[in-house]
């Protein structure tokens, strides 16, 4: 059984910083990439970025680059987001997924566990 866990979230200031955990469990972790979802209230769950199996590939919705990074410890079975130069626009639940397969890609349907979410909340 595979179980992902998010931490990290929490109030922070526009401009701020915050960096989010996903602690995978029960599974090859290396095998699989890695994403980063979120869903802010009213609005469906969107792509924010992944990353492979490997570490190598990462992916970014255009929102976000520049200014979030995923990373992976593999030898932790663990997965970050970190986030800068955070904005009130952020303000969502984060959610952390596994992929099908190897490289990841930006399809929600593609990711078969979910984490339960952890809250960003940006203020200005």
């Known amino acids: 059984q595979v179980q992902l866990e998010e931490s990290g979230g929490g109030l922070v200031q526009a401009g701020g910083s915050l960096r989010l955990s996903c602690a995978a469990s029960g599974q090859t972790f290396s095998g699989y990439a890695m994403g980063w979802f979120r869903q802010a209230p009213g609005k469906t769950r969107e792509f924010v970025g992944s990353?492979?199996?490997?570490?190598?590939?990462?992916y970014y919705t255009d929102f976000v680059k520049g200014r979030f990074t995923v990373s992976r410890d593999n030898g932790k079975n663990t997965v970050y987001l970190q986030m800068n130069s955070l904005k009130p626009e952020d303000t969502a639940v984060y959610y952390c997924a596994r992929h099908i397969g190897f490289y990841g890609s930006y399809t929600l349907s593609e990711y078969n566990y979910w984490g339960q979410g952890t809250q960003v909340t940006v203020s200005s």
């Open positions: 990353i492979s199996g490997s570490g190598v590939h990462t």
